[in-house]
C-alpha cells in the first residue's frame, strides 16, 4: 500500500530564493490528498544517509510563507559528491523510510544524485519519482533559459559595480571586483547591467569563456586609465590561461585547494590581489583597489529580485505536478516565451546531470572584455522591479580668474 510519503533536500551553494523553491514543494504537495507527510534533510544528501530528518508536515503555511522570503537554505546544505556507492545509501534509506517521492533542489552536482539515485530504484523495482529542481547562481545548467538564485546573484552584483563606479569616479584610481564563476561568466557578465552613463564603469569585463592573457590585461588597464583616468574591472574568479590553468595559481605563491582537490577560487581575496599588486607593479598606478564579492552576492537580504522569487516558487510546484501528474524522472528546466514570460518543462536527467553551460558567444563582445546587446537584453527582465539608478550634476563650468 503506497505510503505517500515525500523527502525533500537542499545542496549546493545557498541561495536568495532557494527557500521559495523548497516552500514551493510543501504547498504544493499538501494539494494532492494521497501525501500523508512532507520530510525535509538536514544538510542535504549528507542528511539522508544520517536520516536526519524533519517533518514539514507540521509546519505552518504562514511560517512557510516567511521562510520563502527568506536567503539561504532552510534546511542547511552540503558539498558532498556523492558517487554510486553513497547514492547507493541514500535510496536504502529512502526506501526504509517509504519515501516514494524525491525532490532534490540544487545544481550541476545534485542532478546528477537525482540521476543516480533513479537508476537505482528503477534496478531495485522499488516505485521511487525523483526530481531534480535548478538552483544555482552560476546559471550554468543545460536545458534552461536560466536558473533560479541567478537573477537575484546578478541584480546584487549589477549594484554593487553600480556604486563602486560611484566610488571610483569620486576618486579616482583602478577598481578589481572578482566575482564567483569557475566556469560560467553569467555572474561576473551582470555587472555590465550597473552602467548609466558610457564612461561608467566596469570598463572592462573578463570571463572564464576567454583566454585570460596577463600582459594583454595589463595593456587594456593602462588603455582604459589613460582614457578615462581611471578604471573599474570585473573579473570573474575562474580566469584562465591557454592551457586552462586557473591564473590564481599561476600568480600565487601558495594554492589553496578544496576538499575536491580544485583550486579554492571563492571565499578568498588572492585573485583580487593578485592582479592589484601585478597593476602597481607593472603600469605604476597608486591608488589601486581590488574586493572580492564571494559568500556575500549569494543569500544577500535586501536585494532579491521579485521575479527571481515568483520563478523559485513554480519551479518547486512544477516539481510536484511533473511527479504526481506524470510517469517519468527529470529536472525542471524553465524555458522563455515572448518578450518575457517563462513555461516549465521536464527534462531527462541525462540531458542535464554532470554537464555545464557557460556563456553563448552571441553575449561576448569581440573584444572579449564586454557584453553584448544581447545579453543585456537577456539579463534585464530577470533582475525585476525597482532596479535603483544614479544621476550625475550637470556641472555648468565657471570660467577661471586667477588661472584662466
Same mark, same amino acid.
Given at each position: 500500500?503506497?505510503?505517500?510519503?515525500?523527502?525533500?533536500?537542499?545542496?549546493?551553494?545557498?541561495?536568495?530564493?532557494?527557500?521559495?523553491?523548497?516552500?514551493?514543494?510543501? %504547498?504544493?504537495? &499538501?494539494?494532492?490528498?494521497?501525501?500523508?507527510?512532507?520530510?525535509?534533510?538536514?544538510?542535504?544528501?549528507?542528511?539522508?544517509?544520517?536520516?536526519?530528518? /524533519?517533518?514539514?508536515?507540521?509546519?505552518?503555511?504562514?511560517?512557510?510563507?516567511?521562510?520563502?522570503?527568506?536567503?539561504?537554505?532552510?534546511?542547511?546544505? *552540503?558539498?558532498?559528491?556523492?558517487?554510486?556507492?553513497?547514492?547507493?545509501?541514500?535510496?536504502?534509506?529512502?526506501?526504509?523510510?517509504?519515501?516514494?517521492?524525491?525532490?532534490?533542489?540544487?545544481?550541476?552536482?545534485?542532478?546528477?544524485?537525482?540521476?543516480?539515485?533513479?537508476?537505482?530504484?528503477?534496478?531495485?523495482?522499488?516505485?521511487?519519482?525523483?526530481?531534480?529542481?535548478?538552483?544555482?547562481?552560476?546559471?550554468?545548467? /543545460?536545458?534552461?533559459?536560466?536558473?533560479?538564485?541567478?537573477?537575484?546573484?546578478?541584480?546584487?552584483?549589477?549594484?554593487?559595480?553600480?556604486?563602486?563606479?560611484?566610488?571610483?569616479?569620486?576618486?579616482?584610481?583602478?577598481?578589481?571586483?572578482?566575482?564567483?564563476?569557475?566556469?560560467?561568466?553569467?555572474?561576473?557578465?551582470?555587472?555590465? %547591467?550597473?552602467?548609466?552613463?558610457?564612461?561608467?564603469?566596469?570598463?572592462?569585463?573578463?570571463?572564464?569563456?576567454?583566454?585570460?592573457?596577463?600582459?594583454?590585461? %595589463?595593456?587594456?588597464?593602462?588603455?582604459?586609465?589613460?582614457?578615462?583616468?581611471?578604471?573599474?574591472?570585473?573579473?570573474?574568479?575562474?580566469?584562465?590561461?591557454?592551457?586552462?590553468?586557473?591564473?590564481?595559481?599561476?600568480?600565487?605563491?601558495?594554492?589553496?585547494?578544496?576538499?575536491?582537490?580544485? /583550486?579554492?577560487?571563492?571565499? *578568498?581575496?588572492?585573485?583580487?590581489?593578485?592582479?592589484?599588486?601585478?597593476?602597481?607593479?607593472?603600469?605604476?598606478?597608486? &591608488?589601486?583597489?581590488?574586493?572580492?564579492?564571494?559568500?556575500?552576492?549569494?543569500?544577500?537580504?535586501?536585494? /532579491?529580485?521579485?521575479?527571481?522569487?515568483?520563478?523559485?516558487?513554480?519551479?518547486?510546484?512544477?516539481?510536484?505536478?511533473?511527479?504526481?501528474?506524470?510517469?517519468?524522472?527529470?529536472?525542471?528546466?524553465?524555458?522563455?516565451?515572448?518578450?518575457?514570460?517563462?513555461?516549465?518543462?521536464?527534462?531527462?536527467?541525462?540531458?542535464?546531470?554532470?554537464?555545464?553551460?557557460?556563456?553563448?558567444?552571441?553575449?561576448?563582445?569581440?573584444?572579449? *572584455?564586454?557584453? *553584448?546587446?544581447?545579453?543585456?537584453?537577456? %539579463?534585464?527582465?530577470?533582475?525585476?522591479?525597482?532596479?535603483?539608478?544614479?544621476?550625475?550634476?550637470?556641472?555648468?563650468?565657471?570660467?577661471?580668474?586667477?588661472?584662466?
Amino acid at each position: 500500500m503506497p505510503s505517500g510519503k515525500i523527502l525533500v533536500a537542499q545542496g549546493g551553494g545557498p541561495t536568495a530564493v532557494i527557500n521559495q523553491s523548497l516552500v514551493g514543494v510543501v %504547498l504544493e504537495s &499538501r494539494r494532492f490528498q494521497h501525501v500523508t507527510r512532507v520530510y525535509g534533510a538536514l544538510h542535504g544528501v549528507r542528511g539522508i544517509v544520517n536520516e536526519e530528518f /524533519v517533518d514539514l508536515t507540521q509546519e505552518t503555511s504562514h511560517n512557510l510563507e516567511l521562510v520563502a522570503a527568506t536567503p539561504s537554505s532552510a534546511l542547511g546544505s *552540503t558539498r558532498d559528491k556523492p558517487d554510486i556507492a553513497y547514492c547507493q545509501q541514500i535510496f536504502e534509506v529512502l526506501r526504509a523510510h517509504e519515501i516514494e517521492h524525491f525532490f532534490y533542489i540544487g545544481g550541476n552536482d545534485s542532478s546528477d544524485t537525482v540521476r543516480i539515485v533513479s537508476e537505482e530504484a528503477h534496478k531495485a523495482g522499488y516505485p521511487l519519482r525523483c526530481i531534480h529542481i535548478p538552483k544555482t547562481i552560476d546559471n550554468d545548467l /543545460v536545458g534552461s533559459d536560466h536558473t533560479p538564485g541567478f537573477p537575484s546573484a546578478a541584480r546584487f552584483v549589477a549594484q554593487a559595480f553600480a556604486g563602486a563606479n560611484l566610488d571610483n569616479a569620486a576618486l579616482p584610481g583602478v577598481y578589481v571586483g572578482v566575482v564567483m564563476g569557475r566556469h560560467a561568466g553569467f555572474l561576473t557578465a551582470a555587472s555590465a %547591467l550597473g552602467k548609466k552613463f558610457p564612461d561608467d564603469g566596469p570598463h572592462l569585463i573578463y570571463l572564464p569563456e576567454r583566454v585570460f592573457v596577463l600582459e594583454q590585461f %595589463l595593456a587594456d588597464v593602462k588603455t582604459t586609465y589613460e582614457k578615462y583616468g581611471r578604471c573599474v574591472i570585473a573579473v570573474s574568479e575562474g580566469i584562465h590561461d591557454a592551457s586552462g590553468e586557473p591564473i590564481a595559481s599561476l600568480l600565487a605563491k601558495e594554492v589553496e585547494r578544496d576538499a575536491h582537490g580544485n /583550486v579554492q577560487l571563492s571565499g *578568498t581575496g588572492a585573485l583580487a590581489d593578485l592582479l592589484c599588486d601585478e597593476i602597481k607593479a607593472k603600469l605604476g598606478i597608486k &591608488r589601486v583597489r581590488g574586493d572580492t564579492f564571494g559568500y556575500l552576492q549569494r543569500s544577500f537580504i535586501g536585494c /532579491v529580485s521579485d521575479v527571481d522569487q515568483r520563478e523559485a516558487r513554480e519551479v518547486g510546484e512544477k516539481a510536484v505536478q511533473f511527479a504526481m501528474w506524470g510517469d517519468r524522472d527529470g529536472s525542471v528546466a524553465i524555458k522563455r516565451t515572448g518578450f518575457y514570460s517563462v513555461d516549465y518543462e521536464l527534462l531527462p536527467l541525462t540531458e542535464v546531470a554532470g554537464k555545464t553551460r557557460t556563456m553563448e558567444d552571441e553575449f561576448i563582445s569581440a573584444s572579449g *572584455t564586454d557584453v *553584448t546587446d544581447a545579453f543585456r537584453l537577456y %539579463l534585464r527582465p530577470l533582475l525585476g522591479s525597482g532596479m535603483p539608478d544614479a544621476f550625475r550634476l550637470r556641472a555648468a563650468k565657471v570660467a577661471k580668474v586667477l588661472k584662466p
